[in-house]
């Protein structure tokens, strides 16, 4: 059977002609080809990349360009190559996160004879892809454990503060739904974190949508850690709830002032730390002692949450105060350099 016709090339064209734009647009590809014979003499080399291209002021050999410990490799795939009569590939790894692929298969040429075609590629991007693409599905997977605990814990610690059914199932939407909304945040900046001031707004705005005077920041917007993100985020949820229901009770209209200022001790070795403190005041409010008349198990809930889980899993320290017509909440943890 005739082999089919992969090539053409116009009518009246000298040899050498075809040869010129064909060796040029071969080193444009990028791709280096080598031939050679069946004794491993080399023939012809083209496109050899920079780093090899010393070796090829003399006669060259696999030990010359590439060291004798990747010539052996390479001789070892050669013959296999050869006796097979089939594709081997062979991959280089070197410093600097390059990575080189020998695709090495012998082919039958015009007058008979068997040579052996070796192209090199340039894959450091790919193996860098690869890394990448790797790492992502280990913090994908990590991240994805860790805000499964933070759910089980939410759902363990609500249940035992929730009397009935549908008290556990509304405060348990509502902190998961608080989670999701920090996780879209950490998600849009590829898992970078969340700025403060986006998680406040973030977690405020379902209540207190048409009032974007509420909650008035001054000090510094970081950028929270994707897990600082997160667990600050509930931590922002239950005093945002707490205090639309406040707000609500003593028609008040004073802001809530929400300030963060970032220090480190002079001297100190340790991480810079951010200290975050939540003001509400209803002095002159109608309704006096209104923060009080919290039921006993959402305090003791909300308590726990602020003062306790919260700090714990961002290795910091809180506390909460729930006056007659204020409450205060003031958080202290430990922040990346980065603004």
Request: with cysteine.
């Amino acid at each position: 059977m005739d082999k089919p016709l992969t090539r053409w090339r116009k009518s009246n064209q000298e040899d050498s002609t075809v040869q010129r734009y064909l060796v040029a647009a071969m080193e444009e590809s990028g791709l280096c080809i080598a031939i050679q014979n069946q004794d491993l003499e080399y023939l012809q080399i083209m496109n050899m990349p920079s780093r090899w291209k010393a070796a090829l002021d003399q006669e060259p050999d696999d030990a010359s360009i590439f060291g004798a410990e990747f010539a052996g490799r390479l001789a070892k795939v050669k013959a296999e190559a050869l006796k097979g009569g089939e594709t081997k590939t062979l991959e280089m790894m070197l410093e600097g996160d390059l990575a080189y692929e020998f695709e090495i298969k012998p082919f039958i040429a015009g007058d008979g004879s068997t040579y052996l075609q070796t192209i090199i590629r340039d894959i450091s991007l790919k193996k860098s892809t690869e890394r990448i693409t790797v790492s992502l599905l280990r913090e994908v997977s990590h991240r994805s454990k860790n805000l499964l605990a933070i759910i089980q814990s939410i759902a363990t610690q609500t249940a035992r503060h929730s009397d009935t059914l549908d008290t556990y199932l509304r405060r348990f939407r509502g902190r998961l739904y608080s989670l999701a909304r920090a996780q879209d945040l950490i998600t849009d900046s590829d898992w970078k974190g969340a700025m403060l001031k986006d998680l406040i707004h973030n977690q405020a705005q379902s209540y207190f949508p048409d009032d974007n005077k509420a909650i008035v920041f001054t000090g510094e917007n970081i950028l929270l850690s994707p897990s600082a993100s997160l667990y600050l985020g509930l931590a922002l949820h239950e005093l945002i709830v707490q205090a639309a229901s406040r707000r609500f009770i003593s028609n008040g209209a004073q802001s809530i002032a929400v300030n963060l200022e970032r220090y480190k001790s002079k001297g100190a070795e340790t991480a810079p730390h951010a200290h975050l403190v939540w003001r509400e005041n209803y002095a002159g409010a109608p309704h006096i002692g209104m923060v009080n008349d919290q039921p006993s198990d959402r305090m003791e809930f909300e308590q726990m949450l602020l003062e306790k889980i919260v700090p714990a899993s961002l290795n910091g320290t809180a506390s909460f105060d729930a006056g007659d017509n204020s409450v205060e909440y003031e958080i202290t943890f430990p922040v990346s350099s980065q603004k």
